[in-house]
T-cell receptor, first 110, second 115 residues
Framework: AQRVTQPEKLLSVFKGAPVELKCNYSYSGSPELFWYVQYSRQRLQLLLRHISRESIKGFTADLNKGETSFHLKKPFAQEEDSAMYYCALHGSSNTGKLIFGQGTTLQVKP | ETGVTQTPRHLVMGMTNKKSLKCEQHLGHNAMYWYKQSAKKPLELMFVYNFKEQTENNSVPSRFSPECPNSSHLFLHLHTLQPEDSALYLC??????????????FGQGTRLTVV
């Protein structure tokens, strides 16, 4: 079964501290993994995708197939990073079906 | 407004009512989606349309009836809903349904309350 697990509902850190939002997935094939973000009063939007191996707003995420993980990391959190973060998986069936985790609220305190 | 637009933003309906949610995109995308976001549950995919054809129905009860008259518009017709159907309904679109670079663009959602 396809499943995405984000074990933390809330992650609270101080400004300047490192951040790691955890994401584990269950999928038998080669998945495509994404992180979506929802800032307060804004719509859900794509933050980054594993295939691009990019850094967006200082965030990076590496796909670890051995551990079936796709954790989101940032070395120094900023207050504007406070938001809801969703990890999502797209299987290789090309149906457009995104499987989302339950989301983690990141709270960056001044 | 550019992007994905959903109307209405808020809807309160009785269990015997019939109402419709509307989604519109002017991004030139060919795929459109309905998602349900309930409290304490992950975002759940309901339906996928690609080039106006339904390609995915995620075991959604028949009291939810989607309609996609063209690639720019998507409707969700609601009838005889239950209180547990109260949720945020999100529409999304993407250029296509396949590929590793797929990016879904989301609307702001319709907050539905069934009384």
């Amino acid at each position: 079964a396809q499943r995405v697990t984000q074990p933390e509902k809330l992650l609270s850190v101080f400004k300047g501290a490192p951040v790691e939002l955890k994401c584990n997935y269950s999928y038998s094939g080669s998945p495509e993994l994404f992180w979506y973000v929802q800032y307060s009063r804004q719509r859900l939007q794509l933050l980054l995708r594993h295939i691009s191996r990019e850094s967006i707003k200082g965030f990076t995420a590496d796909l670890n197939k051995g551990e079936t993980s796709f954790h989101l990391k940032k070395p120094f959190a900023q207050e504007e990073d406070s938001a809801m973060y969703y990890c999502a998986l797209h299987g290789s069936s090309n149906t457009g079906k995104l499987i989302f985790g339950q989301g983690t609220t990141l709270q960056v305190k001044p | 407004e550019t992007g994905v637009t959903q109307t209405p933003r808020h809807l309160v309906m009785g269990m015997t009512n019939k109402k419709s949610l509307k989604c519109e995109q002017h991004l030139g995308h060919n795929a459109m989606y309905w998602y349900k976001q309930s409290a304490k549950k992950p975002l759940e995919l309901m339906f996928v349309y690609n080039f106006k054809e339904q390609t995915e129905n995620n075991s959604v009860p028949s009291r939810f009836s989607p309609e996609c008259p063209n690639s720019s518009h998507l409707f969700l017709h609601l009838h005889t809903l239950q209180p547990e159907d109260s949720a945020l309904y999100l529409c999304a679109s993407s250029p296509t349904t396949g590929g590793a670079y797929i990016e879904a663009f989301f609307g702001q959602g319709t907050r539905l309350t069934v009384v």
